[in-house]
Structure formats: C-alpha cells, structure tokens
C-alpha cells in the first residue's frame, strides 16, 4: 500500500532505459515458469516480434509479474504471453472477469473471485502509466482475461 502511493506520487524515482520486449518477457518467462509448475499450469511466451519501450526495467517487470500471477492464479491449464506489434498480451482460459467489474479492475482493492488484497492490478496500471502505456482488460479468445499493454511507439 505505501509502495503503491510512493509510485502514485512520484516519490519513487523512475529510472527509464530503453528495453526490447522480447528480453523482458524471458525475464518474466524465467521468474514465472516456478509458479505455473506450482499451479501445473502451462505457461507460454511467444516471441513472434519485439519493440523497444523506454521504461523502468525492474518496476516493469513487477507490473507483468503481477498481471502473469494473477493469471496463472485463474487460469485452469494455460496463459499466453506475446508482443503483438506495440502491445504485450497476457491472457488465460480461466473464467475472465465478471462485465460489471472490468471498468473498475485496475482500481484499489478492487478484487476479482479468489483475488488477495486488491493491490497488485492498481500497481501495475500506475507502473505502466509512468512507462506512457495503457492498460485494458477484455475477455480472452482462450476463455479467461486477456490484459493487453499498449504502447506508443514503432516496432523494431
């Protein structure tokens, strides 16, 4: 809660540097792939195309793991990664997100079935809001979530 209102505020510094997609997701692919095992649920990253994004390299990765373990939490066997042209994709075949509670996921303590405290979404949106992306949630051709990161900039 005091990390997500020192981000929140700026109080955190911000240490921008120019990342490919494609090396952040095996970094994620490597700190998730323990858990999926745990919760024997397939995890896939797929490398189709990378971009490069200026933003904060550790607190991204902290932004997707938390996106990726609530996945991985709701997914029965499955959750994808991939870049699709300027946006990363993170999606499972769980249940998805009740309608009435897609405008409000990415809010404080808000929680979804199973959800822990309500945190780990709104951090996510503030990380990815200082890294000049968005965030949206819709329901995945897989059944479940599908998180979708946009970003402004040209594909490598």
Do not use: C
């Not at 822990?116 to 890294?131: D, F």
């Amino acid at each position: 809660m005091i990390w997500l209102a020192k981000l929140e505020s700026e109080e955190l510094p911000y240490e921008a540097e120019w990342v490919r997609s494609d090396e952040l997701l095996k970094d994620v692919e490597s700190r998730m792939i323990p858990l999926a095992e745990q919760e024997q649920v397939q995890f896939d990253v797929v490398e189709r195309s990378h971009f490069e994004m200026r933003v904060d390299r550790e607190k991204f990765l902290q932004a997707i793991s938390n996106i990726v373990v609530n996945a991985i939490r709701h997914a029965r066997s499955r959750v994808s990664v991939y870049v699709k042209g300027t946006e990363i994709v993170i999606e499972d075949d769980g249940n998805g997100i009740p309608e009435d509670l897609i405008p409000h996921i990415f809010n404080r303590f808000v929680k979804g079935k199973g959800g822990e405290t309500g945190l780990g979404l709104a951090i996510a949106r503030t990380i990815i809001e200082q890294s000049q992306g968005q965030i949206k949630v819709e329901q995945s051709s897989l059944g479940g979530a599908r998180f979708v990161i946009e970003f402004p900039w040209k594909e490598s």
